[in-house]
């Protein structure tokens, strides 16, 4: 633990704004992550309710339980169900199901484009602050006594590789894709 905060202590400013990312990064994450798996809980359930009413062909049952579930799938296959009663068409069919995909898709993929986003902010301010600690290094190189050269180098690439990890480690996770 010690070394964590030392690392943390010794990559300067740019540590603050790199660690704010990566918590907005990991609360937008989990929260994509819960919503995700409660789609994924609510389609089970309603497909597992609308499977045996297709196998009855109980096209009615499916467009109730279409009409009263919050689940996408549910609402995509009574989009298709409605639609095969006015045309029996395939394609016509596809197109409605279609539709109520892209209705489905908004919620589901609400705030994503985010982590992306933060995941960059978080490299460029990495680099960043590697720059500037490269900058000091150089100017403390610069106009130092031979004596305190090694000291103040080693202390200002210490800035510069801290703040390059650390915003390797805040962007890395949010462009992972998550498995479902």
């Known amino acids: 633990m010690d070394s964590l905060i030392r690392f943390f202590q010794e990559g300067g400013a740019f540590m603050y704004p790199i660690a704010v990312v ?3 990064g990991i609360a937008i994450a989990i929260e994509r992550w819960l919503v ?3 789609a994924k809980s609510s389609n089970r359930q309603a497909f597992d309710r609308i499977l045996p009413l297709l196998q009855k062909k109980d096209y009615n049952g ?3 339980v279409g009409k009263s579930s919050d689940a996408p799938i549910a609402r995509i296959i009574a989009a298709g169900i409605a639609r095969m009663a006015q045309s029996p068409r395939r394609d016509d ?3 409605a199901m ?3 995909v892209m209705e489905a898709m908004p919620r589901l993929e609400k ?6 986003t933060l995941a960059n902010i978080a490299t460029l301010l990495g680099l960043l602050g590697t720059i500037i600690g490269l900058i000091q290094a150089f100017t403390a190189v610069a106009s130092a ?3 305190e050269k090694a ?17 390797l480690v805040a962007a890395i996770p949010p462009i992972e894709p998550v498995e479902l």
């Open 62 to 64: 499916v467009l109730n």
């Open 151 to 167: 000291a103040l180098l080693s202390s200002s690439i210490a800035v510069a590789m801290n703040t390059t990890a650390f915003g």
């Open 98 to 100: 279609e539709e109520g």
């Open 145 to 147: 006594d031979p004596a």
């Open 36 to 38: 995700l798996m409660s």
């Open 93 to 95: 069919i596809e197109l």
């Open 22 to 24: 990566l918590v907005v």
């Open 111 to 116: 705030r994503t484009a985010y982590l992306a």
